[in-house]
Every structure is written in structure tokens, then in C-alpha cells.
């Protein structure tokens, strides 16, 4: 199983986002993709427990910002954790619930307000728990070393549960089993080549070349597989890069780029009509701009890209603070109080 563990600042969001579908897609959409796919795109979500918390979105969005308030320490008291099953792994819906009830004790929170919901939308089953940081004491709980007490969690699971194992990056084991040969090395070696060529170039003809020029050939189709020296095929997604997602990858460094060039030739611009070109360094000259939407976009596609960079993150994974429709309601937000 995989394990995420994400800290954020809105409650409203992010249960919006565990209880709702995809807002990106059509009713018709939803019936054609559940048809194609074998999965629930409509009414995708099912709660399967809660605590503390009551009511609709909005009812329980308040009540978790209530307690909140109980510590003004606490910037971002949301928790959201979420677990993935290996492809081919089943549980019942009690054993989902026991899971999800032994994830919130390992992080502490179990007598904090969460609800717990299982998403019906992919192949593999998974559920996300949005989590108040802040008890009812007013005391929040550590967010230190999450996505290692994550990674340990699943392993014990896995184990008592006889589900897939799945191997931890080596940055959480200890030094005597890092020092361990691992099965997977092949499958590490090809990840690490994917993740940093897509660090590297902007466009698919350069990712393939660059990714030929190490040894591998390369199998595009409906999705991608790559052949390494000795032979061996291995597909993108068994990496944690599918071709969707190396696409999306791809696409948002462009976007990158354009934003990155449009924000140059601002400073530029800006320089020249001045008059102040001598008193700015090129470090000290973006400072100025920082909270322009230029800018901000800029940071939120270097969040994203960074986000999806990381091989067990999928699109269906990406916070709800990093996509388009957060960045867009920010802006509106912020555009309000500049009105008034």
C-alpha cells in the first residue's frame, strides 16, 4: 500500500474535495469513464467513518476551524491522510475501517475530529481522512517525520494484513537496511532516470532522447514501457510514471517556462521605465513582485510539478492547495480585499 501525509490550511477544501466528484467532469463523462474504466465516477465517495464531526460540508468545515482556533501556534491544522492499496490487494469495508482507525492512533489524532471516506473512482482501493491537528484540548498533534511514520505504518500492515509488500524509499529505513540489496533496483535505477530527465528537459522529443541515451529503449503507445541493457521491460506505471502522467509533467514545465519568461521580461520592462536599474540586482529585484498572480502562478506550478515529480503521487493525489481551482480562488479572494 502507499501512503500519503499532507498538512494544509483550508478544512472547507479539502472535505469538499473527499466527499464530492471530480468537478472537472461532465455527468456524461462520469457515466462514459465508469463504463470504460469498471470504476464509480459518480458518487464516487462513501464515508466510512467519523469523529467528533457532524453535518454537511460546511457544518463540519466550521467545526473543525472552531477547534482550530484553539491554538493560534497551529498555520496549517489540517491533516490529510490517505492510503492506497496495491493493485490485486481487497479489504472489506470493516478491515478499511480498522485500517483507517489505526492510522489516525499511529499520528495521534484519534480522539481529534476526522472523517474518513473511501473514494470508488480507481482500480485500487483507497480512502483519505481529513484530520484536525488540534484536539479538543487546544494541543496539536506532531506533523514531524510524517511521510517516514507513513511509510512504517503501511509496512506493518502489509504485514498483518497479508497484503502486497511494498518496498519504503531507502531514505526511511535505517543505515543497516539501506545497506541492504533490494529486489527492485532495476525498477529504482529506471525511476531515478525518468524523475530526473523529467527535472531536465521541457518536451517529450527531449525526454525520450535523453532516456535512450541511457541505455533503454523506449515503447510508446497507449501508455509507455521502457527495456533496459539486459532486456528487461518494464512499464512506466510499475515506476510510478505513466505516460499521462509524464505528459502532464511535461506540459506543466512549459507553462513553467512561458510564465517564467513572461515574468523576466516584466522585470525587465519594469526596470527600464524606472529609471532604477542601478540600485537592483537581478536577487535583490523579484522581492518587489512577489505577490503579483504572475508570480504566484509561478510558485504553484513549481509546486505542482515538484509534487507529481515524486513517483507515488498521481494526478487523483494532488493536494487540493495545488491545483488550478485553489490558485483561481485564491486570486479572487485576494482580488476582494484589494476592492474594498
Known amino acids: 500500500m502507499i501512503g500519503t501525509v499532507i498538512t494544509g490550511s483550508s ?169 541492504t540489496p533490494r529486489q527492485d533496483q532495476r525498477q529504482t535505477r529506471l525511476r531515478d532516470h525518468i524523475r530526473n530527465t523529467l527535472k531536465d528537459v521541457n518536451d517529450y522529443p527531449a525526454f525520450e532522447k535523453t532516456i535512450r541515451s541511457l541505455g533503454y529503449t523506449v515503447i510508446k503507445g497507449r501508455g509507455i514501457a521502457f527495456i533496459d541493457g539486459k532486456k528487461v521491460k518494464i512499464k512506466g506505471s510499475d515506476v510510478g510514471f505513466s505516460l499521462s502522467k509524464i505528459e502532464r509533467i511535461l506540459s506543466l514545465k512549459k507553462e513553467l517556462a512561458y510564465k517564467q519568461q513572461e515574468q523576466r521580461n516584466f522585470e525587465s520592462l519594469s526596470r527600464n521605465q524606472s529609471g532604477k536599474k542601478n540600485h537592483y540586482t537581478d536577487n535583490d529585484w523579484p522581492q518587489h513582485n512577489n505577490g503579483s498572480p504572475l508570480v504566484l502562478g509561478i510558485q504553484n506550478l513549481a509546486n505542482l510539478i515538484e509534487w507529481l515529480l515524486q513517483p507515488e503521487m498521481t494526478d487523483n493525489t494532488i493536494p487540493y492547495e495545488l491545483t488550478q481551482e485553489a490558485y483561481d480562488r485564491k486570486q479572487k479572494r485576494k482580488q476582494k480585499r484589494q476592492s474594498h
Open 11 to 179: 478544512f472547507y477544501h479539502l472535505i469538499s474535495y473527499v466527499l464530492e466528484d471530480k468537478k472537472d467532469l461532465s455527468e456524461e463523462q462520469k457515466r462514459e469513464m465508469s463504463l470504460r474504466d469498471g470504476v464509480q465516477h459518480k458518487d464516487r465517495a462513501e464515508i466510512l467513518a467519523f469523529n467528533n464531526c457532524f453535518g454537511d460540508k460546511y457544518e463540519m468545515a466550521e467545526q473543525f476551524r472552531d477547534v482550530a482556533r484553539l491554538s493560534k501556534r497551529v498555520e496549517k491544522p489540517a491533516f490529510h491522510l490517505s492510503i492506497r492499496l496495491a493493485e490485486g490487494d481487497h479489504l472489506t469495508k470493516d478491515q478499511l475501517i480498522e485500517l483507517g482507525e489505526a492510522l489516525v492512533k499511529e499520528f495521534n489524532v484519534a480522539d481529534h475530529q476526522y472523517l474518513m471516506v473511501f473514494h470508488k473512482d480507481t482500480r485500487e482501493q483507497h480512502f483519505h481522512i481529513v484530520v484536525n491537528r488540534v484536539g479538543l484540548d487546544g494541543k496539536a498533534a506532531s506533523d514531524s517525520n510524517s511521510y517516514r511514520r507513513m511509510a512504517a505504518f503501511c509496512r506493518k500492515q502489509e504485514q498483518k494484513l497479508g497484503l502486497t509488500q511494498v518496498l519504503s524509499p531507502k531514505a526511511f529505513l535505517s543505515k543497516e537496511q539501506q545497506l
